[in-house]
């Protein structure tokens, strides 16, 4: 079992920005890839931004250069950096790892931009 938990959600005006970490415990035998997931209200749960084979990273086009994925290898533990920040971003986010094939999920992190 792989067990991730999350931090760094909030609430923030628009243009902040946020920092969210999550670190993955257990039965990490090999990290096959990363990443950070969202949900809104109503809406289904889309990717944000992934690494994938160690070092290649995925984005969706409309985060793309506000947001950045990164990792620590060495504490098993990813980051998104999220930039000018939009209303639009509100959601919860969640971060995902595949571990030798399974997916594993974190308990979600709320981020909320307003004024």
């Known amino acids: 079992q792989v067990q991730l938990v999350e931090s760094g959600g909030g609430l923030v005006q628009p243009g902040g920005s946020l920092r969210l970490s999550c670190a993955a415990s257990?039965?990490?035998?090999?990290?096959?890839?990363m990443g950070w997931y969202r949900q809104a209200p109503g809406n289904q749960r889309e990717l944000v931004a992934k690494?994938?084979?160690?070092?290649?990273?995925a984005y969706r086009n409309s985060v793309k250069g506000r947001f950045t994925i990164s990792r620590d290898n060495a504490k098993n533990t990813w980051f998104l950096q999220m930039n000018s920040l939009k209303p639009e971003d509100t959601a919860v986010y969640y971060c995902?790892?595949?571990?030798?094939?399974?997916?594993?999920w974190g308990q979600g992190t709320q981020v909320t931009v307003s004024s």
């Open positions: 995902n790892a595949r571990v030798v094939g399974l997916d594993y």
């Open positions: 257990g039965s990490v035998f090999r990290l096959d890839a």
């Open positions: 690494i994938i084979s160690g070092s290649s990273t």
